[in-house]
């Protein structure tokens, strides 16, 4: 998920050690770096995953999870567990940490762009809000990308009533 240059991410701590995690649907599993891994000291129960699982479309080229962990990442006082796959350091990920589809679906995550909030297992939780080079924060643009796109939906005649037949139905 990537608008306009900015990214969903959220914080959390991962074993007291505070993270940021981009949230990405396009990414089946999470992950995390091998370097974030050595920054977060009290990672346990490390399993060994050798060649055995790939990594396909992370900068063109497959890569090997060099391991896979359990871990319960703390937003707010609320704990969420999570797997994550770890992958080595020189596949340059923007952000260490990344929540994929696994993550998402499992724990019914829902981001909303006009409060630049996501809702993860019901409860709501700020993005990191970055500041705009041309001086108005992301959040204010964000909030008007997604004013104009919904009056742009509204404006659309077949949308405005259910009952109708759409296009794809005549």
């Known amino acids: 998920i990537n608008l306009s240059g900015e990214s ?3 914080a959390c701590t991962m074993y007291g050690t505070p993270v940021t995690c981009l949230l ?9 770096s091998d370097q974030q891994v050595r920054k977060i000291e009290r ?5 060994r995953t050798g060649s055995s ?20 990442l ?9 797997t994550f796959l770890i ?3 020189t ?15 499992h724990h019914k995550v829902n981001i909303d762009y006009d409060d630049w909030t996501a ?20 959040l204010q643009v964000r909030k008007k990308i997604a004013r104009n796109f919904r009056r742009e939906l509204e404006a659309v005649p077949w949308l405005k009533n259910s009952e109708q037949d759409t296009p794809c139905n005549e």
């Not at 699982?53 to 319960?72: C, E, Q, W």
């Not at 990920?93 to 993550?103: E, H, I, K, N, W």
């Open 53 to 72: 699982v790939r990594i396909d479309g992370l900068y063109g080229s497959p890569k090997s999870a060099l391991g896979t962990f359990d871990a319960n």
């Open 24 to 32: 990405d649907s396009g990414a089946t599993h999470s992950l995390i």
């Open 91 to 105: 596949s340059n990920l923007s952000t260490p940490v990344l929540l994929g589809f696994d993550f998402m679906s």
């Open 43 to 47: 990672i346990t129960g490390i399993k």
């Open 8 to 10: 969903a991410s959220l």
């Open 74 to 82: 703390k937003f707010g006082a609320n704990r969420v567990p999570q």
């Open 87 to 89: 992958i080595d350091d």
């Open 119 to 138: 809702t993860i297992d019901n409860q709501i939780y700020p993005l990191i809000e970055e500041k705009s080079t041309v001086g108005a924060t992301a």
